[in-house]
């Protein structure tokens, strides 16, 4: 195998502590990208390795824009989001930087990226037809949720399935993310492709409370 898939091969195999002697033997395994050119520091965050992520970062010379906003890299993100083209890119599979801020981030990092002309209203370029909303919502990232609702972003918008932000919510049992949403106008009665709407959702889960919100 090719040292530049070593990284990779080690955290499908979910062998940690061979991808931190990796690290150690060899650095510049930190730069590792997939065959679509998606980073192997995005591959941690993915799987929730934060701590791997950390690692990789700590041995990477530089940031894309997606990495800076996914590890809240302030800084970095500042250097990188220099023009509006470049803040709204996509990744190469499918997210602004302001869908991984929203995901991964701290909410400093979506506010950078907003006062930079970040789309609120991105939709991924995949699939999952995600807007950072649904990023937010699906996390419980409460402060940059707000921060979208602020800025115009569509708090009844559907992703893949038909789910809107309230249906994570609902799955999630988190009051405060529906409360938010609802006060923003969310409409606790659209269902989603399966014809769940966010109160069954909610029930579903075991959040009784939750679902009596949205009924009520």
Known sequence: MADTERGFELL?????????????????????????????LMHTLYRGQRDLAELIA????????????????????????????????????????????CYFGPPDAARLLIERGAAVDAV?????????????????????????????APVNARQQGGWVPIHAAAQNGDRAMAELLLHCGADP??????????AAVARDKGHIEIAALLEG
């Open 12 to 40: 499908g195999k979910g062998d940690a502590d061979g991808l931190r002697r990796l690290l150690e033997e060899n650095p510049s395994a930190a730069e590792e990208r997939d065959p679509a050119g998606v980073s192997l």
């Open 58 to 101: 700590a041995r990477k010379k530089d940031f894309d824009i997606f990495e800076a906003a996914a590890l809240g890299k302030l800084d970095r993100l500042k250097d990188c989001a220099w023009d509006v083209a470049t803040v709204n890119a996509r990744s190469n599979d499918g997210f602004t930087a302001l869908h991984f801020a």
């Open 124 to 152: 991924s370029a995949n699939p999952m037809k995600l807007m950072p909303l649904h990023s937010a919502a699906s996390v419980r990232n409460l402060e940059a949720a707000r921060l979208l609702l602020e800025h115009g």
């Open 189 to 198: 009665k659209l269902p989603n492709d399966e014809g769940k709407t966010p």
